[in-house]
């Protein structure tokens, strides 16, 4: 049984730091003893921080989305999973496989076999068709050219791009080039996908689409993927789990009802502060104890509208507006475990707070 086995995660990453700069051991151990901040490091000892002591696990098939404001750290961290960066100091295990310790040759296997990236400039090589940029991956793990052609062309169908393998990526639009860097990661069939922003240097229509795409393929497959970005819709849309990271330091983690409704600080306050509430909100974050409902207010009637406990905010307002009589929640396994009322849906979206 392997450590990931054993933690129950893909990807662990434990007080991983990166400091640039040639002083950075030097830099690092002032700041364990002295707790220095960034600014003083970069002036006493001429290093930058780009990650400050992040620990973070993930788990298998999860949705795992990394955002900040540029130079947050996010795009330095995510290189440390497949080592891109080395860390000046912390643990990467990556399906129970110790990173820190892999030589290079044993590095480069593993990259090639179990961990894929898709970049925000699609980084296609210009002088390859379509489908022979999807099967490049297969190509330098030495697998023969039928075989090869024939899984590109797959996952070429798979990201709706029929038709379109013998083109070169200048004949394609963004959003095109942006399927075939997809195509590629997907190809060589990893366990791990890093995605680095791969959306934001498309127009609005066609990045809806690509995530909408990306979703859908991602259930499929089940692909434990980290997913980069800066905006906060996007990463409340697609993920299934938030960091959010600030001068280099990971400052909240949690599901996107949990970032929005309890955030860790002034800064993920702001942050949260002009999403809309009602895909994220859950039942079960706002409804009251039926219990203790019923006996301030009388029991419930029986024929009560129930929703589930994973209903969203939209669904219930939509049923309070023609209908002003609290609604109950339940389980998965039907049990009535709680009450909503129209002043907790009113409260809920004005204020962002949870009813006690």
Wanted: proline content about 3%; some cysteine; glycine content about 8%.
């Amino acid at each position: 049984m392997t450590a990931s086995d054993k933690s129950g995660f893909s990807i662990e990453i434990e007080g991983v730091w990166k400091i640039f700069g040639d002083g950075a051991d030097v830099a690092l151990a002032d700041i364990r003893a002295n707790g220095i901040t960034k600014k003083a490091v970069l002036e006493k000892h001429g290093c930058v921080i780009g990650v400050a002591d992040a620990t973070m696990s993930i788990r298998p098939g999860e949705i795992f989305c990394i955002m900040g404001l540029s130079g947050s750290g996010k795009s330095t961290l995510v290189r440390h999973i497949n080592r891109l960066l080395e860390p000046t100091a912390g643990r990467i295990v990556v399906n129970g496989e110790d990173i820190m310790a892999m030589r290079a040759d044993v590095l480069r296997r593993y990259r090639n076999e179990h961990i894929a990236m898709v970049f925000q400039n699609f980084a296609l090589m210009p002088h390859r068709s379509v489908i022979d940029n999807v099967a490049m991956p297969l190509e330098i793990r030495g697998i023969n050219k039928n075989d090869r052609l024939e899984i590109a062309e797959r996952t070429i169908d798979m990201v709706e791009l029929t038709g379109w393998g013998n083109k070169f990526a200048h004949e394609l639009s963004g959003g095109m080039q942006q399927r075939v860097g997809l195509a590629r990661a997907l190809a060589s069939d990893p366990e791990i996908l890093l995605m680095d922003e791969p959306f934001s240097a498309l127009d609005p229509l066609i990045r809806r689409q690509l995530q909408n795409e990306f979703m859908k393929l991602a259930s499929q497959m089940n692909k434990t993927t980290v997913f980069i970005t800066h905006d906060l819709d996007e990463a409340v849309r697609i993920g299934d789990r938030i960091a959010i990271m600030r001068d280099g330091r990971v400052v909240q983690i949690g599901t996107p009802e949990e970032i929005v409704m309890h955030p860790a600080d002034e800064y993920v306050a702001d942050f949260v502060a002009g999403i809309s509430r009602l895909k994220v909100v859950r039942a079960h974050a706002i409804m009251q104890d039926i219990a203790g409902f019923e006996a301030a207010h009388g029991a419930l009637a029986r024929d009560a509208r129930t929703f589930a406990e994973d209903a969203d905010l939209s669904q219930m307002i939509e049923h309070a507006i023609a209908d002003e009589k609290p609604f109950t929640v339940s389980d998965r396994a039907g049990n009535r475990i709680g009450v909503i009322t129209r002043a907790d849906l009113l409260r809920t979206v004005i204020e962002g707070t949870e009813t006690s």
